[in-house]
């Protein structure tokens, strides 16, 4: 059997295509390659496209309720001060995270867009996947698997001050141990 070697891409179905865009484009900082008013690819990076919205119908809205099934999408960034550059310029923009938190093998900031779908944008603590599948094997992780609420701000002030990211990273529950 082989494996795929990336995730290409994400599709949304959406009664609201401009609004979507615009948000996308904002967040990633995206660029529309090809938009029309029923379809629409955006891209970040050199992938042809990493995000598609299709508004080929008048789709039901959202249930109010959380249900069964697709939860969320995470974009990583390359730095934690690159994350929280991102966040300060989101929120300039009146968009706002619903929850930070540090989950142990990332920090995550999580905002929802125009038509209530999870956005995850996270830095990895662990340069090495098998450092962060070691460290979910652990107690900190067995008696939390979820994380620790943060304060963006807070971050911030810790990184201008000079403490090291590695030191960041480390989770309040993880100096109990």
Request: proline share 6%; net charge negative.
């Amino acid at each position: 059997m082989t494996a795929p070697t990336r995730l290409s891409h994400i599709v949304h179905r959406t009664n609201e295509l401009k609004v979507m865009c615009d948000w996308y484009c904002a967040v990633l900082e995206a660029h529309v390659v090809f938009a029309n008013d029923r379809i629409a690819f955006l891209t970040y990076d050199d992938e042809h496209h990493r995000i598609a919205f299709a508004a080929t119908a008048e789709f039901a809205p959202r249930p109010t309720v959380p249900t069964v099934g697709f939860y969320h999408v995470a974009f990583t960034y390359e730095t934690l001060g690159d994350l929280l550059d991102t966040y300060e310029r989101l929120l300039a923009a009146g968009i706002r995270p619903w929850r930070t938190i540090n989950h142990g093998p990332t920090m995550s900031f999580y905002y929802a867009d125009p038509d209530g779908n999870d956005v995850e944008l996270q830095v990895d603590r662990f340069k090495d996947p098998l450092d962060a599948q070691t460290w979910m094997h652990g107690t900190a992780f067995a008696n939390n698997p979820i994380g620790i609420e943060v304060r963006p701000e807070d971050l911030r002030r810790r990184l201008e001050d000079g403490e090291p990211f590695d030191s960041i990273m480390v989770r309040e529950d993880e100096l109990a141990l």
